[in-house]
C-alpha cells in the first residue's frame, strides 16, 4: 500500500538553531512531493514541491527540501529557525500517474521553536 | 488563503440532523475538494469534483454528500449517517489538468456533535 510517514509527532527547536523535519514514503515510480504547513486554526499553505530535477527545493519563508530517492525521504529544513515557524507541517505525496485525488498525506509533525 | 472562503469557522450539529459547511473560491480553479482533518492524522479526502456538475467519491465519502452546480461553489452536507462527524473540514482547489500545481486551501470548518 502507498504511505507516507512523518515518524516524530513533535519537533523542538531552539531559535537560530538548524530544523530539521523528517518524511519519507512508499509509493512507486517517481511521485509528486509537497511540504505545506498549517498554523493553527488555518487552512494549509504551500511551502514547496519536488517533481523533477536538482533534489534541493527551496520554498517559502527559508524553507528548503532534500529529495532522496534511495532512501525514499523528502526532509523538510531550514537553516535557522524562527518562533513564528512554530506550526503543524504535513508532507504530501502524489503518485505520477494519479490526479490530486491520490494526493496522500502524512500525519503531520509539530514543530516548536523556543524563543 | 488563497481565495477561498469557508464558513461558517465553528459549527455544531444536534443528534440526527443534517449540517452544510459552505465553500466558496474566486480562484477561477475548475477542481475542489473536501478534506476531513482529525488529530494525529493526515487529511483524508472526502470528495472530489473536477468541472461542474461532476463530483466522485474520496478515501471516506460515507456519510457526506455534495454538489457542484456553479464553478465557484461546492458545499458538503453532513448528514446523519455519519457517526462520527466531529472533524476539521478543509476544503481545497487546483486548476484542472494542473498536474503539478500546489493546492489552494481554504480556513476550515471545525464540526462539533452537541
Known amino acids: 500500500a502507498q504511505s507516507v510517514a512523518q515518524p516524530e509527532d513533535q519537533v523542538n527547536v531552539a531559535e537560530g538553531n538548524p530544523l530539521t523535519v523528517k518524511c519519507t514514503y512508499s509509493?512507486?515510480?517517481?511521485?509528486?512531493l509537497f511540504w505545506y504547513v498549517q498554523y493553527p486554526n488555518r487552512g494549509l499553505q504551500f511551502l514547496l514541491k519536488?517533481?523533477?530535477?536538482?533534489?534541493l527545493v527551496k520554498g517559502s519563508y527559508g524553507f528548503e527540501a532534500e529529495f532522496n530517492k534511495s532512501q525514499t525521504s523528502f526532509h523538510l529544513k531550514k537553516p535557522s529557525a524562527l518562533v513564528s515557524d512554530s506550526a503543524l507541517y504535513f508532507c504530501?505525496?502524489?503518485?505520477?500517474?494519479?490526479?490530486?485525488?491520490?494526493?496522500?498525506f502524512g500525519a503531520g509533525t509539530r514543530l516548536a521553536v523556543h524563543p | 488563503d488563497g481565495g477561498i472562503t469557508q464558513s461558517p469557522k465553528y459549527l455544531f450539529r444536534k443528534e440526527g440532523q443534517n449540517v452544510t459547511l459552505s465553500c466558496e473560491q474566486n480562484?477561477?480553479?475548475?477542481?475542489m475538494y473536501w478534506y476531513r482533518q482529525d488529530p494525529g492524522q493526515g487529511l483524508r479526502l472526502i470528495y472530489y469534483?473536477?468541472?461542474?456538475?461532476?463530483?466522485q467519491k474520496g478515501d471516506i465519502a460515507e456519510g457526506y454528500s455534495v454538489s457542484r452546480e456553479k464553478k465557484e461553489s461546492f458545499p458538503l452536507t453532513v448528514t446523519s449517517a455519519q457517526k462520527n462527524p466531529t472533524a476539521f473540514y478543509l476544503c481545497?482547489?487546483?486548476?484542472?489538468?494542473?498536474?503539478?500545481?500546489?493546492?489552494?486551501f481554504g480556513s476550515g470548518t471545525q464540526l462539533s456533535v452537541l
Open positions: 519536488y517533481i523533477t530535477g536538482d533534489n
Open positions: 481545497a482547489s487546483s486548476p484542472e489538468g494542473g498536474r503539478n500545481e500546489k493546492l489552494f
Open positions: 480562484l477561477n480553479h475548475d477542481a
Open positions: 504530501a505525496v502524489r503518485p505520477p500517474s494519479g490526479g490530486y485525488n491520490k494526493l496522500i
Open positions: 469534483s473536477q468541472i461542474v456538475n461532476d463530483f
Open positions: 509509493v512507486s515510480g517517481n511521485p509528486y
